[in-house]
């Protein structure tokens, strides 16, 4: 009897085998996965002439990705998305572009009719997202300078990138690590001669910038102004210290902006670093569509053997030197 495969918008049944036995999670595992790509990348706000270079630098990653590298257990349902969202930069350097992996495990239909049937997931946590020239973990942080109504004037970054093998690192762990399952990001960054494509935010630049939203805040507050008067005192009296001292880098409590306490040490919980696009990092001469720094970010449930093992192997895929090689060529 041949395999009959169900093909639904949501859910796609499929025959385990050819006998009436029942369907087995541990040989799904096993079970040799397939591609399924995206029939139109998402396309926004991008020329022509641009668009053309940049599904060329997708198609490389892509190959590079396949065929280095075999799904198991597993579909890989992929995309590609192309261009600028608008407005999220006053000035753009270069057009951000991502490539997206969804890792949709085998899974027995358990709630079917015939327990020998299998479907594939139509969701899941576990991706590999590779982007040029924006952080994927940091939003609206591009190849570009801040839009004009940033309310803030900085973004918030959770955790300082470190080198690592000779690239930028940092992790982050979703939710609760002693769970059987729970969710990791590992974050990678590749750039021009370990430089970075964005500036910490210095003490008294954040100070000025939050005492400018304070004094707006001030105005508005009518009768109970007042409230907010330990907060400007905090800031005034902050602006007198040493410029050797205001010149480090901003460690703020993550709801501590208007409100200013102090600044904390690295690695406080609750903390984020205040940045800033570095527009001196790029080749300013290069077009749009050229990447000019990549992310890539593993994002996997661990404790689940299939999703461990194919995160595994793409990260052994993944060619980082060959990643920093595309950035400035066109």
Same mark, same amino acid.
């Given at each position: ?161 470190? !080198?690592?093998?000779?690239?930028? %690192?940092?992790?982050?762990? #979703?939710?609760? @690590?002693?769970?059987?399952? +729970?969710?990791?990001? $590992? ?87 205040? !940045?800033?696009?570095?527009?001196? %990092?790029?080749?300013?001469? #290069?077009?749009? @569509?050229?990447?000019?720094? +990549?992310?890539?970010? $593993? ?32």
């Amino acid at each position: 009897m041949k395999i009959i495969i169900l093909h639904f918008i949501s859910l796609t049944c499929l025959a385990l085998s050819s006998s009436a036995q029942d369907c087995n999670e541990e040989l799904l595992a096993q079970k040799p996965g397939t591609w399924k790509g995206s029939q139109q990348g998402f396309i926004r706000n991008v020329t022509a002439a641009d668009l053309t270079k940049e599904k060329a630098v997708i198609a490389a990653i892509h190959q590079m990705v396949s065929a280095n590298y075999k799904p198991t257990g597993c579909e890989v349902s992929y995309s590609k998305v192309f261009g600028k969202h608008l407005p999220a930069a006053k000035i753009w350097i270069s057009d951000p572009l991502q490539y997206v992996m969804y890792i949709l495990k085998y899974m027995c239909d358990v709630n079917g009719t015939d327990k020998s049937k299998y479907f594939v997931q139509i969701s899941t946590s576990t991706t590999v997202n590779i982007y040029a020239n924006s952080i994927g973990w940091i939003g609206g942080l591009y190849a570009a300078t801040l839009p004009d109504d940033e309310p803030r004037g900085y973004l918030k970054m959770k955790n300082k990138p470190q !080198i690592r093998d000779g690239f930028y %690192y940092s992790e982050e762990t #979703l939710g609760d @690590s002693t769970k059987p399952k +729970f969710v990791k990001e $590992y974050q990678w960054l590749i750039t021009y001669n370990d430089t970075l494509p964005f500036m910490y935010v210095s003490r008294k630049e954040y100070l000025l910038l939050t005492k400018i939203k304070l004094e707006k805040t001030i105005q508005q507050a009518g009768s109970s102004a007042a409230y907010y008067d330990k907060y400007m005192n905090n800031i005034n009296n902050y602006l007198k210290k040493p410029e050797s001292e205001l010149s480090n880098p901003a460690i703020c409590m993550w709801n501590d902006e208007e409100r200013f306490n102090g600044f904390v040490e690295e690695g406080t919980k609750g903390s984020f670093y205040a !940045i800033k696009p570095n527009t001196g %990092y790029y080749h300013s001469k #290069l077009p749009k @569509s050229v990447p000019q720094f +990549f992310t890539v970010v $593993y994002k996997v449930v661990h404790g689940d053997p299939v999703y461990d093992e194919n995160i595994s192997n793409i990260q052994k895929a993944v060619d980082f030197e060959s990643l920093k090689n595309m950035l400035g060529t066109e």
